[in-house]
């Protein structure tokens, strides 16, 4: 069965660095998609980054990137310098087809991240 | 802009009664999706709809059923209302490569 696995309940950062969030995924699929999602306190999910499982190169999306790695089944998310706004809640999901008529998604537990000045 | 909307933010219900959550999207997309977001449990998906009248069951629709009259609205109904289902609600819809959510309803069932 697929699932996500999010291993960082919470994490600090200070403010200009760099943070990893950790996830990692399981499934029997080849075709897939992997997807991150932030939601602040205000409740909202907002779309972050995609990526497909025949990608070949890492997401890219602004200060966010997606450290793809297939063989090891990981699909970490990589924020660069920073800011107090990204402050939130963070949730890895996995699509099961990388297209398809049904798009469900499985999530993660989520990490929570908070931003120090 | 896909718009996707929730008609309550807040929502205190008693244990027991019916309830319809309802949600709305402008987008014209096919697929529609409710989910429950529990702390510790992430987003788990209740049903979900991928046509007019069409659904299918997610992984956890246990006390709850759908309805899908029209192509922009997707309402979740809770049949009757129990403690147990105390959560934040989601709806989303998709297109190609995103999911777009709602605002979600945050129901507390006395």
């Known amino acids: 069965a697929q699932k996500i696995t999010q291993t960082q309940p919470g994490m600090f950062v200070q403010e200009k660095e760099a943070v990893t969030l950790d996830c990692t995924y399981d499934?029997?699929?080849?075709?897939?998609?992997l997807f991150w999602y932030k939601q602040p306190s205000s409740g909202e999910m907002i779309f972050l980054i995609y990526?497909?499982?025949?990608?070949?190169q890492n997401a890219t999306e602004g200060r966010y990137s997606l450290n793809f790695q297939k063989a090891r089944k990981s699909a970490n998310l990589v924020i660069s310098a920073s800011q107090l706004g990204d402050s939130a809640m963070y949730f890895c999901a996995m699509r099961e087809r990388e297209s398809g008529a049904t798009n469900k998604l499985i999530f993660g537990t989520g990490t929570l991240l908070a931003v120090q000045p | 802009d896909v718009k996707v909307t929730q008609s309550s933010r807040y929502l205190v219900k008693r244990t027991g009664e019916k309830v319809f959550l309802e949600c709305v999207q402008d987008m014209d997309h096919e697929n529609m999706f409710w989910y429950r977001q529990d702390p510790g449990l992430g987003l788990r998906l209740i049903y979900f709809s991928y046509d007019v009248k069409m659904k299918e069951k997610g992984d956890i629709p246990e006390g709850y059923s759908v309805s899908r009259e029209k192509k922009e609205r997707f309402s979740l109904i809770l049949e009757s209302a129990s403690t147990n289902q105390t959560s934040m609600y989601l709806c989303a819809t998709d297109r190609l490569n995103e999911q777009f959510f709602g605002p979600g309803t945050r129901l507390t069932v006395l």
């Open positions: 499934t029997s699929d080849q075709s897939y998609g």
């Open positions: 990526q497909g499982s025949y990608d070949e």
